[in-house]
């Protein structure tokens, strides 16, 4: 088991919040890079920050997952939703966004933007959730711990746990451009967000094996869990 710092709290947003700027402040770029995740679990955190943005700092926003094939504000479009509900509130610039395009060649796609972090020094905080089956990112059970960037056939699992959020809009789509494993885990720093008990200690407690994409943050040397409490407790048990 790797070691991790845990927090949780009834105020999931807040506790998240806290951690983002702590994450930021402790990084001593002028404008940190920063990756933030779509999906239900960081709604509480990016409604904090649209609350607090007059305290919330500047960073460089670095997308890290989209769906394949997909215009950029198609209404199932990750980087879109993050600018909706984040990136608008703190106006920030679009010269600020390293944004997967996902009607592009997908190797041709993957390359620029793995070149593009490189360039711009790296990931400096990288915020994620987990899937149910275990994923980050889009890397899916069974993904290679040292990818970078690729193009995803989404599990029949994954497809299905989204459809809550695309139905309405032609379902979800069978492939995504993901950062790898191997990117993610270049961050200096990581916060994942959980609100998923079982998964959760299946990562971060149990053998660290391709079968569970998330279990490589084990190995990640500076990595910050912020979790409901039904997750924390859960964790604190298996500690
Ligand atoms: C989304 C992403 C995914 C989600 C995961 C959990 O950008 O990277 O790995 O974090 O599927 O989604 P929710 O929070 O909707 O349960």
């Given at each position: ?133 275990g ?61 998923k008990?079982e998964i959760t ?39």
């Amino acid at each position: 088991m790797g070691v991790y710092q845990l927090f949780d709290h009834e105020d999931f947003g807040d506790i998240a919040f806290q951690q983002v700027v702590k994450a930021v402040n402790d990084n001593h770029r002028p404008n940190p890079t920063i990756i933030f995740p779509t999906g239900g679990t960081p709604e509480p955190l990016y409604t904090r920050i649209a609350e607090l943005r007059s305290f919330f700092p500047m960073f460089d926003y670095i997308n890290l997952d989209q769906y394949y094939g997909i215009e950029y504000d198609d209404p199932r479009s990750y980087p879109f939703e993050i600018e909706q509900k984040l990136l608008k509130a703190l106006k920030l610039k679009p010269d600020l966004q390293l944004v997967f395009n996902a009607t592009a060649q997908a190797n041709h796609e993957c390359h620029r933007i793995e070149n593009a972090i490189r360039h711009a020094g790296g990931i400096d905080i990288a915020v994620i959730g987990i899937g149910p089956n275990g994923h980050i990112a889009f890397n899916e059970p069974k993904t290679d711990f040292n990818t970078r960037a690729h193009l995803v056939d989404l599990t029949p699992e994954t497809i299905a746990a989204n459809q809550k959020y695309c139905a309405q809009f032609g379902g979800v789509p069978p492939q995504a451009l993901t950062l790898g494993l191997g990117t993610i885990m270049e961050a200096k720093k990581i916060i994942l967000l959980t609100n998923k008990p079982e998964i959760t200690l299946r990562a971060l407690h149990g053998s660290v094996t391709t079968d569970v994409p998330a279990s490589v943050l084990q190995r990640h040397p500076n990595l910050t869990v912020v979790a409901t409490p039904q997750v924390g407790a859960k964790l604190r048990l298996a500690a």
